[in-house]
């Protein structure tokens, strides 16, 4: 949809078809300004972003538009809808990852190609420590690192862009943002875009891939409240009916293939810190 003086496009992704012509659709942006009868195009195509080495370095939004500088060029784009790789194809060695910070490494060693869970309540530092994680792993790491924000502060991506230029390691990261003040729709996909591009590495230029997620419990709130937007019935505590479903489709594309993997360390909020609460 073209808004106002046809310089806004406003990008929607069919959720369910209702017959006749007639579909409910999720908005990627902020719906200011559209009326009632306005002309709508079918794409035909799922939302897909660049891949390759022209993400490092740059800091996109969910339908993989630069959000810090000019407009690059794309050779490539990758649907963020895939599939996981085949049973057949996963790697199956255990290789322990070391992250530099002996306390972590010596009381709970990370698995390369593993998931981390980083659990805990609001303010206790879930998002510092994977700062430093990324800070520290990509100094020694060397290789590339996917960094998604996921319904969380704008100012903490400023800070986190900030220090990784300081740190001399944004060069080699791709960022890609969904914030708090987004529609519940980009929060829901912007952790698949990111995806999308740390399969590319993986999968293509054979390299071990680091992908961060802060934070994967807003990616449950926002599946809760797209779910609630199209009218399903609420289960348990009020989140939505496929949450184990929604969670499953992106958790097995993160993984490790013959030789090259994806290790991803994840933010989780823990409402109220209730360890009782479904979605963590």
């Known amino acids: 949809i073209t808004i106002g003086d046809e310089t806004t496009t406003l990008t929607l992704e069919v959720a369910q078809h209702l017959g006749d012509d007639l579909v409910r659709a999720i908005a990627l942006k902020p719906t200011d300004g559209i009326v009632r009868g306005q002309e709508v195009i079918d794409t035909g195509l799922p939302i897909s972003v ?36 085949p049973f057949d194809q996963l790697e199956s060695k255990t290789q322990l990852f070391e992250t ?3 306390s972590i490494d010596l009381l709970t060693p990370y698995v390369q190609g593993g998931k981390i869970g980083l659990f805990g309540g609001a303010g206790v530092g879930k998002t510092v420590l994977i700062q430093e994680m990324i800070q520290r792993v990509a100094q020694d790491h060397g ?25 001399g390691v944004f060069d080699k990261t791709a960022l890609v943002f969904g914030q ?13 875009s990111a995806l999308t591009m740390a399969e590319y590495f ?16 807003r990616f449950t709130q926002a599946g809760s409240e797209v779910s609630t937007l199209l009218g399903r019935m609420p289960s348990a505590v009020g989140y939505q009916p496929n949450l184990a479903d929604e969670m499953g489709l992106l958790q097995e594309r993160i993984t490790s293939t013959r030789g090259h993997s994806i290790t991803s360390l994840q933010a989780i909020y823990v409402p109220a810190d209730d360890y009782t609460d479904p979605a963590p």
Not at 60 to 85: K, Q
Not at 148 to 155: C, D, I, K, Q, S
Not at 180 to 192: F, K, Q, Y
């Open 100 to 102: 530099g910070i002996k």
């Open 180 to 192: 708090m003040d987004e529609p519940p729709g980009t929060r829901l996909r912007v952790a698949l």
């Open 202 to 217: 993986r999968d293509v230029q054979k390299q071990d891939v680091l992908l961060f997620i802060d934070n994967i419990f």
């Open 50 to 85: 660049p891949v390759g080495d022209v993400t490092k370095g740059k800091v996109f939004n969910v339908l993989g538009e630069v959000l810090n500088g000019d407009a690059i060029e794309v050779s490539e784009r990758w649907p963020i809808h895939r599939t996981p790789p």
């Open 143 to 167: 290789g590339v690192s996917v960094f998604a924000g996921v319904g969380e502060r704008t100012r903490e991506g400023n800070d986190l862009i900030h220090e990784m230029e300081e740190a």
